[in-house]
């Protein structure tokens, strides 16, 4: 009797500058690229929902224009942006074509998702084309991004996109096999990061900047895999020149899920830290705690192949575990799709209260400073501050530093603005209309329009 096929997951694929054209030529890596294009409708084939987040828009038009090096200008580099995103797309649309593969084009700033009607209409249409068994291939619009609305690199893009489908897993591809402790290509004796549970807690070198015509590195990806994994999203990296890695690296991992190895990836459970962290298969120790655990279990084999047999070592990579309570909806859109305009500053009373059981909302007696100029409707950072310090504080260096040693918890969509909310932080409710003459809300905030970091949520 054929065994129940596993549940069809939703992947997002990163692909950097460097992946798709040559640093010094800019020419486009065709090889490379059609290789990525054969992995991808075999995930497709095998009823996997793919999208692809695509840079290289700006070395295309390099190209295309026989320009040397980027400019500095910013309308010229949106001039290339132009050019170039024409040829790309064309580009994956003929590769595709040759599988008979339909792909879509969408092009993204943050503003396009700074509204929420916006942001529900671009994860609806992404859904509907992964319904229809097209390839989305995401990419910025540097044509009209300019700094205050740039998402800033398509690793912070990708990480987003992910969110906004729902994905199981998100691969950032790079010219690296993984993460590791200092640059490899710098210090030979680097020694590579296979499973990442906690970001907060890595120590590694990540100075080393991105090509010189694409804008990421890898502390971007680092910054991609903890927004990722915030939405419940596995964030692997690895080797972008071997994109048949992707389908081997989950082919293991869900031999992994079936056997209770890993955490659950697919979005029917919620994901936990392993108590079994798996390394490379050159690690003897970690294959005889494999074989241990093999012979001890009293769990079936796998759904395929012989029974009990382990798969076949999974190619380098470097592996984060998502949140095992992860941020949906509404509250990554506050947290992840909207820029802040100011910063609130609340005291630990108010912090417990609004990330506490009851979840209740900001009220202004839990404010003790205000930054920045924002109206109401608008995103402000929330910061926790001591209280009882800023009022001991008797110098403005003095209440800078406390600040500076506040602790960034997430951020809210306000009732009131700036000049408002100067005028009535440290109050009762009750007395919010009787300074202002009117009383939108009794809160500063709403609970529904507060979103928090996941350590705090």
């Known amino acids: 009797m054929r065994a129940k096929e596993s549940k069809p997951l939703t992947i997002v694929i990163k692909l950097g500058t460097s992946s798709i054209c040559d640093e010094i030529t800019h020419e486009p890596r065709i090889a490379n690229m059609s290789l990525i294009v054969e992995t991808v409708v075999k995930l497709r084939r095998e009823g996997h929902r793919v999208i692809i987040v695509s840079s290289a828009a700006i070395a295309m038009g390099l190209k295309r224009l026989d320009i040397p090096k980027r400019p500095k200008q910013l309308a010229a580099v949106q001039a290339l942006a132009a050019v170039g995103q024409c040829r790309l797309i064309a ?47 995401v990419n910025e619009n540097d044509t009209l991004s300019v700094m205050e609305i740039k998402f800033g690199d398509n690793d912070t893009l990708s990480a987003i996109t992910a969110g906004m489908a729902n994905a199981d897993y998100l691969f950032l ?8 402790t200092e640059n490899p290509r710098l210090n030979p004796a680097a020694e590579p990061i296979e499973v990442v549970s906690d970001i907060s807690q890595l120590n590694v070198d990540v100075s080393t900047a991105g090509s010189s015509v694409g804008t990421g590195g890898m502390v971007t990806k680092l910054i991609a895999a903890e927004l990722a994994t915030s939405a419940g999203v596995t964030t692997i990296i690895t080797k972008s020149s071997v994109p048949g890695n992707i389908h081997s690296i989950i082919k293991y991992l869900r031999h992994l899920n079936e056997r209770g190895r890993e955490p659950r990836h697919e979005k029917t459970g919620n994901p936990t830290v392993p108590s079994d962290t798996v390394h490379t298969a050159e690690d003897e120790s970690v294959s005889q705690v494999r074989d241990s655990a093999r012979s001890s279990s009293t769990e079936p084999g796998p759904r395929s192949g012989t029974p009990g047999r382990s798969p076949s070592p999974p190619p380098k990579h470097t592996r984060f575990i998502p949140q095992p309570h992860p941020i949906r909806d509404r509250q990554f859109w506050i947290l992840h799709g909207l820029k802040a305009h100011g910063t609130v500053y609340i005291d630990k009373g108010a912090y417990r209260a609004i990330t506490g059981a009851n979840k209740a909302g900001l009220l202004p007696a839990g404010v003790v400073c205000v930054k920045g100029t924002f109206s109401a409707s608008e995103a402000v950072s929330l910061i926790v501050v001591d209280k009882v310090a800023l009022k001991a504080a008797s110098t403005d260096a003095e209440r800078e530093a406390v600040f500076a040693a506040g602790d960034d918890i997430g951020k809210a969509i306000v009732n009131y603005s700036s000049v408002e909310i100067s005028r009535i932080m440290g109050l009762k409710s009750s007395e919010i209309e009787s300074l202002l003459g009117y009383s939108d809300s009794e809160y500063i905030a709403h609970r529904d329009n507060l979103a928090f970091a996941p350590k705090h949520a």
């Open 173 to 180: 591809m790079t010219d690296v096999d993984g993460l590791y």
């Open 91 to 137: 580009l994956w649309d003929e590769l595709f074509r040759q599988l008979n593969q339909p792909v879509a084009q969408i092009l993204l700033t943050r503003n396009d998702i700074a509204d929420r009607g916006q942001y529900l209409n671009a994860a609806n249409t992404l859904s509907e084309l992964l319904h229809m068994g097209v390839i989305p291939i």
